[in-house]
């Protein structure tokens, strides 16, 4: 006869089966508010080199390597690759602009609704704690004929670009539904905003995220934001 699992053990054979699990889920949501069980699944993980990923822009948790672990497991050639996902150089650049396309508007919405709502509560006589916004609700599509069009070219034309389009939504970067590429599960887990976003923005792909948002304020399918 075998042991009952506890809630720790349990939110960990659950994430490593499903690879990640969405913040509603009940025991993510235990962990989150349960210092103690958070810290027991941190440190149960560590013992296989492992750590729990959780952002508040995010609406999903995932299980990634510790850093210590990542020599070991993809050795100093598999460190020094431009990624250790296992993409080819255009898809992990297909990568980063649809980060830069979906992730960097998304977080200013979430920023600015928060801040609204923030302003608004300060006129209330009894105000209540208000949550983020959440990644579903604020976060933007692309469009797939805009993208091939605009960056066919340079990202191996359609063949390429589909191939690798698959290749992202298989390891949970993003999603499809008809024309649109919207934001996957992992897209703002295994990204590092802070080590990115400065790069984007001071860089060449600023003048990308300035066209891309012009392009979606002149299209009337394009998310009212309010």
Same mark, same amino acid.
């Given at each position: 006869?075998?042991?009952? =699992?506890?809630?720790?053990?349990? =939110? ?74 296992? =993409? ?17 508007? @998304? ?37 797939? @004929? ?81």
């Amino acid at each position: 006869m075998h042991e009952p =699992l506890d809630d720790a053990a349990l =939110l960990i054979a659950e994430l490593l089966a499903s690879r990640w699990l969405p913040r509603r889920h009940p025991r993510v949501r235990r962990a989150l508010i349960d210092a103690e069980l958070w810290q027991t699944v941190q440190d149960r993980l560590a013992l296989s080199g492992l750590r729990l990923v959780d952002n508040i822009h995010a609406d999903h948790v995932c299980v990634a390597l510790l850093r210590g672990a990542e020599t070991a497991v993809f050795g100093e050639t598999g460190l020094n690759a431009n990624n250790n996902a296992r =993409l080819p150089r255009d898809a992990v650049s297909l990568l980063v602009l649809l980060w830069s396309l979906i992730v960097l508007p @998304k977080r200013e919405r979430q920023a600015a609704r928060a801040a609204t709502a923030e302003t608004e509560g300060q006129t209330e006589m009894f105000t209540t704690e208000r949550p983020l916004p959440s990644a579903a609700s604020v976060s933007p599509v692309v469009s797939y @004929k805009a993208l091939l069009a605009d960056f066919g070219p340079q990202l191996g034309r359609k063949t390429r670009m589909d191939g690798n389009l698959k290749r992202l939504e298989a390891r949970g970067f993003i999603v499809r539904k008809g024309d649109d590429i919207g934001e996957g599960p992992l897209l703002d887990l295994l990204l590092d905003y802070d080590a990115l976003a400065p790069r984007i923005l001071e860089g060449a792909l600023g003048d990308v995220l300035a066209r891309a948002r012009q392009r979606t304020s002149t299209d009337p399918h394009a998310e009212d934001e309010d």
